[in-house]
């Protein structure tokens, strides 16, 4: 059977989807999710970083945009990947909330993500995974952790560098820039929104709100709220 369009973070249906976006968002409404999240996430920064490394853990590719897969029968399992310049240890739902969260359209991943994620965990069952120790639940849940693993990673990038070219009038900021820099910050900016997009249909705040707070020193001080 087709899977419900409008997966839950637990898995099922979800009746309430995510309202269709503007269609030329400002970048304050692509993040005024995320910034209402602000205070949460700083309360609870340190359960995120710390369950984020939850075992299992095994190899990552931690890049895995389409730029970076090529599809071809003639490949082992239809496909190779290149540039394993961000490889790190870490939770495998990684690499799968990455090209998920940053290749598809909110639309798209919506219908799809809960049967592939049950088609991966799967997967992981033919390959000798213990599911009685990794259950699907358990996988969802990684799930819906890593694609804030993956808006950050991306999130920095486009901050970092675009600010860098921001200020000194260069690449997509020049005042006539090329294609090229046109190209990398569409790209970029719909990464973004899709993550943005992607966290919130995953309900993230609540999974978040489930860990416990822990105070440092910019975490629940008035004036580094």
């Known amino acids: 059977p087709n899977p419900s369009p409008n997966p839950s973070p637990n ?5 309430s989807p995510t309202p ?31 369950r984020l490394f ?53 639309e798209v991943r919506r219908w799809h993500e809960e049967a592939l994620l049950r088609r991966y965990h799967a997967g992981l069952q033919q ?3 213990n599911t009685a120790l990794y259950p699907f639940e358990r996988c969802w849940e990684d799930y819906r952790l890593n694609m804030w693993r993956a808006y950050i990673n991306i999130a920095y990038v486009t901050m970092s560098r675009f600010d860098v070219m921001r200020k000194k009038g260069t690449g997509a900021f020049a005042a006539e820039p090329d294609e090229g820099s046109r190209k990398e910050l569409a ?7 899709r993550l943005v997009a992607a966290l ?26």
């Open 11 to 15: 898995p099922g249906p979800n009746p």
């Open 20 to 50: 269709n976006p503007d269609p030329n968002p400002t970048p304050k409404q692509v993040y005024a999710p995320v910034l209402a999240w602000a205070p949460l996430i700083k309360r609870r920064h340190r359960y995120l970083v710390r």
């Open 54 to 106: 939850d075992p299992p853990l095994t190899v990552c590719h931690g890049d895995v945009h389409l730029d970076n897969v090529f599809f071809s029968p003639d490949f082992p399992g239809g496909l190779k990947m290149i540039d394993f310049g961000n490889m790190f240890f870490g939770q495998g739902c990684n690499d799968l909330a990455f090209f998920l969260g940053t290749n598809l359209e909110p």
């Open 127 to 129: 390959g000798g995974v």
């Open 187 to 193: 790209t970029y900016e719909a990464r973004n929104r």
């Open 200 to 225: 919130v249909d995953l309900k993230f705040e609540e999974l978040l709100a489930e860990g416990p707070e822990s105070c440092g020193p910019c975490s629940c001080l008035p004036f580094c709220a």
